[in-house]
């Protein structure tokens, strides 16, 4: 298995403001992926972290508001920029190991936009 | 497109009782995975099951087994022996290729009753 560790675990921003969500993970991973869970709502797919390239986004997700970096096998950070209240979320990271079929996620990071 | 749904938005069990969660998925891809998570109210997304699309048994993990009819394109999840802790969101996901993202259902909650 995989053990995935995310910072911050929550935090209370200003609007405006922008926040950086780093992913750790204890092993070599090929693909690292940030969703967004909205209060009450399932998750949704923000973008694939690809590592030496730049992350592959969603449709309604742009890298400008979400940008994404991935700077080797085991680490990854999303930012959430110029934040508002709708953005508001749990924003959790997830990978695969490079054998096995399980797919791991963080603990999650709770946003809170005032 | 792969697309989950899941009927129930809520569901109760009687403690010790067995209950299914009901998935019904669709894809073109001739190969995939399918996984069920559970979300306590911390957030954390806890790995279940996994049954891949090629896979002759249906997969069991303890007092989680995944009733997988091809056919009909479901992958139920079956929790004998309901435990309070069970109480918790139920997630329903696919993938097709390994290392692509996860599609998630909307979810069912669990309530265990004593």
């Known amino acids: 298995s995989a053990v995935i560790s995310q910072k911050p675990s929550r935090d209370i921003c200003q609007r405006g403001t922008s926040l950086t969500i780093q992913c750790q993970v204890d092993?070599?991973?090929?693909?690292m992926f940030w969703y967004r869970q909205q209060p009450g709502q399932s998750l949704t797919l923000i973008a694939t972290?690809?590592?030496?390239?730049?992350?592959?986004?969603e449709s309604g997700f742009v890298i400008d508001k979400f940008p994404i970096s991935r700077p080797n096998l085991t680490f990854s950070t999303l930012t959430v920029s110029n934040m508002s209240p709708e953005d508001s979320s749990i924003y959790l990271c997830?990978?695969?190991?490079?054998?096995?079929?399980?797919?791991?996620f963080g603990p999650g990071t709770r946003l809170t936009v005032l | 497109a792969q697309k989950i749904t899941q009927t129930q938005p809520g569901m109760f069990v009687q403690e010790k009782e067995a209950v299914t969660l009901d998935c019904t998925y669709d894809?073109?891809?001739?190969?995939?995975?399918l996984f069920w998570y559970k979300q306590p109210s911390s957030g954390e997304m806890i790995f279940l099951i996994y049954?891949?699309?090629?896979?002759?048994q249906n997969a069991t993990e303890g007092r989680y087994s995944l009733n997988f009819q091809k056919a009909r394109k479901s992958a139920n999840l079956v929790i004998s022996a309901s435990q309070l802790g069970d109480s918790a969101m139920y997630f329903c996901?696919?993938?097709?290729?390994?290392?692509?993202?996860?599609?998630f259902g909307k979810g069912t909650r669990l309530s265990v009753i004593a």
């Open positions: 997830s990978a695969g190991l490079l054998v096995g079929n399980e797919q791991f």
């Open positions: 092993s070599q991973v090929t693909m």
């Open positions: 972290a690809n590592q030496g390239s730049e992350a592959t986004y």
């Open positions: 894809t073109s891809d001739p190969s995939y995975g």
């Open positions: 049954q891949g699309s090629y896979d002759q």
């Open positions: 996901a696919m993938r097709g290729l390994s290392n692509t993202p996860l599609v």
